[in-house]
């Protein structure tokens, strides 16, 4: 009845519009005419209509929407505060339940902040003090068929050491294999910040083919110790990743074929005291990597056949004072690469079968021997683009 009343006021509007007020014998409507005013008015009520409740089906969906995601929420902070209280169980087990359930609501989150908030938690676990393994104990010289004995309260220990460092090395492992899942895709975490700050990381720990573009991950402070850390064919394309002040005292890490573009990756102050550490065939092509200050005093470095064909890579005032730190068969094409202050006092440094083609290579006021190859890879005429320490150029004739 209301949509029959407002279609005639819209059919009385018309034909007050098309001035057709007063119907009288000299001025009438034929019927196509006032056919057209009917369909047109009911057009108009029903086109109204439709806006009415396409608006009203927005707003009921959007409410709805809301609705689901308080209902979401409200499911994953309880899920998260029975996964938190199962990460501080005093059994290992438990622990790790409350890992795997607190890896599964991140997926599941239902926006960023949430998942984020998970991601923090794992890594605030690794960042705790954690117990060092127990001694072994000591040959038992009155029994010779059992040269080493263990009592009970030794072997508790050990063993619960054992279980906690399960703990510690399942979400290392939760965090390499979601970080090298596509971003957008399910399970992925890239693009959240990641603080591994202070961490050892003591087993395999795979980021190959990861892409770091968004974000913060952060490795300061960390101590690779032991196993391989992989971060092979890995993309650095924005945000920010840190190593300043690691520690690379074991295992090996890999950042062979890696990208470093468009970012800041920062090594400075980091410490090179044993196992190795591999940047071969990584590319440099952009942004800026930081080994100011870097210690190289032990283990192995290799820059071999790595391209720095743009951005800028410093290494002012690094100490090379021990170990092999290997340039052999790199690619100086472009950009800046600076040696600036840098400290050669002992250990070996090559530089044999690098290509020198352009860019910019400084070793201004570098001191100690001059690197192995470096002069015959340089080349004579010096080109311009690469400037050496004075104490390394051949007397005036």
Same mark, same amino acid.
């Given at each position: ?44 009520? +029903? ?9 009203? +089906?927005? /707003?009921?969906? /959007? ?12 499911? %994953? ?46 890594? +605030? ?39 906690? /460092? ?19 895709? %399910? ?51 924005? #945000? ?82 021990? =170990? ?22 002992? =250990? ?6 690098? @290509?020198?083609? =352009? ?10 021997? @001059? ?7 340089? #080349? ?18």
């Amino acid at each position: 009845m209301s949509a029959v009343l407002v279609a005639g006021g819209v059919f009385y509007g018309l034909v007050v519009l098309l001035d057709f007020k007063e119907i009288d014998s000299t001025t009438r409507l034929d019927a196509n005419t006032l056919f057209d005013l009917v369909k047109l008015s009911f057009g108009v009520v +029903a086109g109204a209509g439709a806006l009415v409740a396409l608006v009203v +089906a927005y /707003r009921r969906q /959007r409410v709805d929407e809301a609705g689901a995601h308080r209902d979401a929420t409200r499911l %994953h902070t309880e899920r998260f505060s029975q996964a938190v209280d199962k990460l501080g169980s005093d059994s290992p087990a438990v622990r790790l339940g409350g890992v795997h359930a607190l890896a599964g609501l991140a997926d599941d989150a239902p926006d960023h902040n949430l998942r984020q908030t998970c991601i923090d938690v794992l890594c +605030a676990y690794l960042q705790l003090p954690f117990t060092p393994a127990p001694e072994t104990a000591a040959p038992d010289t009155t029994n010779p068929t059992h040269p080493t004995t263990l009592d009970s309260a030794h072997q508790e220990a050990q063993h619960r050491y054992l279980a906690l /460092r399960q703990v510690r090395h399942t979400i290392l492992h939760l965090i390499a294999d979601h970080y090298r899942r596509p971003q957008g895709t %399910h399970r992925s975490w890239q693009g959240c910040d990641l603080n591994l700050t202070g961490v050892t990381i003591d087993c395999t720990m795979d980021l190959s083919d990861a892409v770091f573009a968004d974000g913060t991950v952060d490795f300061s402070r960390a101590v690779f110790s032991d196993g391989a850390v992989y971060f092979s064919r890995a993309v650095f394309s924005g #945000g920010a990743v840190r190593f300043g002040d690691a520690t690379f005292c074991g295992g090996a890490v890999y950042f062979s074929g890696a990208q470093f573009r468009d970012s800041t990756v920062h090594f400075g102050n980091a410490v090179f005291s044993g196992g190795a550490v591999y940047f071969s065939g990584a590319v440099f092509s952009g942004g800026t990597v930081h080994f100011g200050e870097a210690a190289f005093d032990g283990g192995a470095v290799h820059f071999n056949d790595a391209s720095f064909s743009g951005g800028r890579v410093f290494f002012r005032d690094a100490l090379f004072s021990g =170990g092999t730190v290997n340039f052999r068969g790199a690619i100086f094409s472009s950009g800046l690469v600076n040696f600036r202050d840098a400290v050669f006092s002992s =250990g070996a440094v090559y530089f044999s079968g690098a @290509v020198f083609s =352009g860019g910019t290579v400084h070793f201004i006021a570098a001191t100690g021997p @001059v690197p192995n190859g470096l002069i015959t890879a340089v #080349g004579t005429p010096i080109p311009p683009t690469v400037v050496l320490a004075a104490v390394w150029l051949p007397p005036a004739t």
